[in-house]
């Protein structure tokens, strides 16, 4: 008597979990509330009167200091203002800060690193010695040493805060340009005859960009903090100006009578900068091919 065989079951019939699990991890919740954050700050900072169509300069001195309601969501501060409109406007301030003074550092980094890289010698020397003095330095302290030879004011926080910035952006430059340069392919096109600006462009310069991408995304979030940092001890934009720094400094007095007027716009920095760090690091990971 011949026995049927058994039918064959196929090995991913067995446990469909872990697909579900796979697809889970390659986008988590903790990335998607961060993609949501910062979607919605940039809705803020493009159309804030979209958000808060309260103008954030108007003074009602019988609205002074009340707490959140329906008609407040935030509150007020002192002068009546209506604290939810601020913050919202507030965030094209801090977001205009943070963008602009990482554009300028990743630019400026990286046109130092590959000067530095691919001319090496005395002129990688005399770069990186500088780069390491300033390295030395804490960048809050930089900032605050720009602003004080500089000014005061947005524009000229902006400025200090890509200084302070361009060292860390200009060393991780030079040594992927160090990787690079003495690759197989490098190599042929010069043994090729290739012009050296020309495979600096076509061959060096495409191989730092990714790694320089995942490290500004993270100095976004560190650019926004600094800048409020900046603002709150008087540094950055004057009053009237919905600054999330400038009003944790303005609801500092009030933090027992008024706490919302400081709260929500630390609330926010936070948020800000806790969701660029998450995807951050989620680019990084992606990159480094460990999810």
């Known amino acids: 008597m011949t026995v049927p065989a058994p039918e064959l079951i196929h090995p991913t019939s067995l446990h469909p979990a872990p697909q579900t699990v796979r697809r889970s991890r390659r986008f988590p919740a903790g990335v998607a509330l961060a993609t949501c954050i910062l979607a919605f700050l940039a ?18 001195l019988l609205h002074t200091l009340r707490a959140p309601s329906l008609e407040f969501p935030f509150g007020t501060d002192q002068l009546g203002r209506d604290i939810f409109s601020r913050v919202v406007h507030g965030a094209s301030y801090s977001l205009a800060i943070g963008l602009g003074a990482t554009l300028i550092a990743v630019i400026s980094g990286l046109s130092i690193g590959l000067v530095a890289g691919s001319a090496g010698g005395v002129v990688d020397l005399a770069f990186m010695r500088l780069i390491d003095v300033l390295l030395a330095f804490p960048a809050l302290f930089m900032s605050m040493t720009v602003v004080a030879l500089i000014g005061t004011g947005g524009v000229n926080v902006l400025i200090a805060i890509a200084i302070a910035e361009i060292p860390r952006y200009a060393r991780i430059v030079r040594s992927q340009v160090l990787i690079v340069r003495t690759s197989g392919y490098v190599e042929a096109a010069r043994i090729l005859g290739q012009r050296r600006w020309v495979t600096l462009l076509r061959h060096i310069l495409p191989h730092t960009v990714g790694p320089l991408i995942i490290l500004s995304t993270l100095g976004i979030g560190s650019a926004i903090l600094s800048s409020a940092a900046l603002s709150y001890l008087g540094l950055g934009p004057k009053p009237p100006t919905p600054e999330w720094g400038l009003m ?16 929500f716009p630390g609330v926010f920095a936070t948020l ?18 460990r999810v």
């Not at 900068?273 to 995807?279: F, K, Q």
């Open 248 to 263: 944790l400094a303005e609801g500092q007095g009030y933090l027992r009578k008024a706490w919302w007027i400081g709260v």
């Open 43 to 60: 809705l803020c900072a493009i159309s804030p009167t979209l958000i808060a169509p309260q103008d954030p300069y108007k003074i009602s």
């Open 272 to 289: 800000t900068v806790i969701s660029t760090t998450v995807l951050g690091r989620r680019l990084k990971a992606l990159s480094d091919g």
